[in-house]
């Protein structure tokens, strides 16, 4: 990567996580009725991530780190999840969406780790819940490791990295006005590569329809080897993001990773057309899958393109068990699996 074995990078997904981190469905508020089913939708991802053995129930996959807000809530928490002996902690959260809230695992060639805070500002002012914004460096106090604050606003599932040196993000988020006023482009990729460890940055444009994270790249596009990306293709001119994904595509052909290599695209089905409770179009993606220690977690939809967009997914990863499972409530919240993860290296 041309950096000191001093250097801190942020490792690939599919490299070997300690723990999972993930907060539990807590705020009637924000989800209302759908709360139950999102809490089922939850607890079946734990399940996935903890991988217990069915008859013995010794968890082969990554141990759980679940955030609840109070007793009741880890009371509540540990009847659904009781079983894959997740560790528990009383922080106080907005909402679920890790990703975007929880601080990055850093690591150098010799083995030492460090915590990236990013500074979180509601997705651009639009959501602003007490305890997200101090939510990273108070987990990183928690996890007792030494932590740095990036000096960009923006969220983790903004960033999608290769661990050898390629970082991939859209235009859409990182210099969108409600983020980072007057930002150029050589400034967002000069702070990633000091603060990611990368040396190359590679940009899509915008995203999803209704996508209040204003085009994260984990609904996009994602590294599942070195130079190797998966994005999604819409299966006919109905498709909500026709014009969003066939643009994506293109872009992707046209670029390098740090190593020079050109990148192999391997194009998934689009959802289709996904709508909330309401009637509006919801940012459904397979894209936006969790990679564990022993398995590769899918959302589904409950659309026709389901079940092939997660056998095409397991083709990707032949050591891990591939597993669909339901996002369909958790996406009336604005994102799914991805979203709500974060790995701990």
Not at 159 to 181: A, F, H, I, K, M
Not at 212 to 228: E, K, M, Q
Not at 263 to 285: M, R
Request: charged content about 20%.
């Amino acid at each position: 990567m041309g950096t000191s074995p001093t250097s801190f990078f942020q490792p690939a997904e599919w490299q070997p996580h300690r723990a999972c981190w993930l907060a539990f469905p807590s705020h009637e508020a924000l989800w209302g009725d759908l709360l139950p089913r999102v809490r089922a939708e939850f607890t079946a991802l734990c399940r996935a991530i903890a991988n217990p053995d069915p008859r013995t129930g010794y968890c082969y996959g990554e141990p759980l780190n679940i955030l609840v807000l109070d007793e009741a809530g880890e009371r509540e928490a540990q009847s659904l999840l009781g079983a894959l002996q997740p560790q528990f902690h009383r922080v106080p959260f907005g909402d679920i969406w890790l990703r975007d809230t929880a601080p990055i695992t850093l690591v150098n060639e010799q083995g030492d780790r460090q915590l990236l805070c990013l500074p979180f500002n509601g997705w651009g002012k639009k959501y602003e819940l007490a305890g997200d914004a101090e939510l990273a460096p108070r987990l990183a106090r928690l996890m007792g490791l030494p932590y740095r604050t990036l000096s960009l606003t923006l969220e983790g599932g903004a960033l999608e990295v290769d661990g050898e040196g390629t970082c991939l993000s859209t235009q859409q988020c990182l210099l969108n006005p409600n983020r980072n006023p007057g930002v150029t482009v050589a400034e967002v990729e000069a702070h990633l590569r000091d603060a990611l460890g990368v040396e190359k940055v590679l940009w899509i444009e915008s995203g999803l329809a209704n996508d209040h994270t204003d085009g994260h790249i984990d609904t996009l596009v994602r590294f599942v080897a070195p130079a190797t990306v998966v994005c999604m293709l819409p299966w006919s001119r109905e498709d909500p993001n026709y014009d969003v994904l066939s643009a994506i595509y293109q872009q992707l052909q046209q670029l390098t990773d740090a190593r020079g290599r050109s990148l192999t695209i391997i194009p998934l089905p689009s959802p289709g057309i996904v709508t909330s409770t309401q009637g509006e179009i919801l940012p459904a993606s397979y894209v936006n899958f969790y990679i564990a220690n022993t398995t590769v977690v899918v959302p589904t939809y409950g659309t026709e393109a389901d079940a092939k967009a997660v056998a095409a997914i397991a083709e990707l990863f032949p050591s891990r068990t591939t597993i669909g499972l339901s996002a369909r409530t958790l996406l009336e919240g604005g994102g799914a699996f991805h979203c709500i993860t974060q790995q701990e290296l």
